[in-house]
């Protein structure tokens, strides 16, 4: 069983920066898919960022702004967000698939983001 749990979030002013992380069980961490994921209020579950061995993917809209990472001896993924914007808003989840081609099969409770204007 794998077990995501997100620390980071927070509020913060326009421009500032977070780092969010996501700590996994799991004995083959280097081997999972991480993601993250946002959902602000009324709108639908986005991609953010991703990485596994095939490399490292974001979404266009956070892409040169926010920077995906992990440290495999933690255990631990982390997601850079800097020159953050009020529609970075929302609640951020991490996700883990046990395969880089595999669908998203575990997901932490969320970490709230709040960028303020």
């Known amino acids: 069983q794998v077990q995501l749990e997100e620390s980071g979030g927070g509020l913060v002013q326009a421009g500032g920066s977070l780092r969010l992380s996501c700590a996994a069980s799991?004995?083959?961490?280097?081997?999972?898919?991480m993601g993250w994921f946002r959902q602000a209020p009324r709108k639908e579950r986005e991609f953010v960022a991703a990485i596994s061995w095939t490399g490292e993917y974001y979404a266009d809209s956070v892409k040169g702004r926010f920077t995906i990472s992990r440290d495999n001896a933690k255990n631990t993924v982390y997601l850079q967000m800097n020159s953050l914007k009020p529609e970075d808003t929302a609640v951020y989840y991490c996700a883990c698939a046990l395969k880089a081609f595999s669908n998203y099969d575990y997901w932490g409770q969320g970490t709230q983001v709040t960028v303020s204007s």
């Open positions: 799991g004995p083959r961490f280097g081997s999972y898919k």
